[in-house]
């Protein structure tokens, strides 16, 4: 079952369950998918559904920084209930020793010695870690070693 059609059905359970947060939160990632279907004009795959919920729990992380900020603890609080419902459907995320093993391993694959072949280690890295790592993390993780190195 693709992950598309996971999310249909979570819809319709939803519905049934009559869990309007849950329900809402559906429909506003699979109105995301689609959204980017139009736009593209194209059918995305499980990696592409991936990167649009990564897209939606980041934007998520922005709006409950900005919310707590503001003083509105009920909306980040509502904003981080959306973010679990989106992060069932991502893969499990690595931990931080898996992710520096997968850093060492590509700088070594790609012979990167100095910050200015970074473009080649995440070029490398983005599809072993899509969905599975904070990319923006990774980056910092790639600079430090390259940066020292």
Known sequence: M??????KDDIKQAM??????????????S?????????????LDDVQVIAVIEKLVKQGR????????GGRQELADKESGEIA????????????AEIDQ??????????ASS???MGKVMGVLKPKLQGRADMGQV????????GAG
Do not use: C, H, W
């Open 139 to 146: 980056g910092g993780k790639i600079k430090a070693r390259l």
């Open 31 to 43: 109105a995301a998918i689609q959204r980017r279907e139009v736009d593209e004009r194209i059918q």
């Open 16 to 29: 049934r369950d009559k869990n309007e947060s849950r329900l809402g939160t559906l429909r506003m990632l």
């Open 85 to 96: 419902v989106f992060q069932a459907y991502l893969p499990q995320q690595l931990s931080e």
């Open 115 to 117: 910050i200015k072949d």
């Open 62 to 69: 922005e709006s409950i920084e900005q919310y707590v900020k």
């Open 2 to 7: 693709s992950l598309k059609e996971k999310i």
């Open 102 to 111: 997968l850093v060492a391993e590509a700088i070594a694959a790609t012979g």
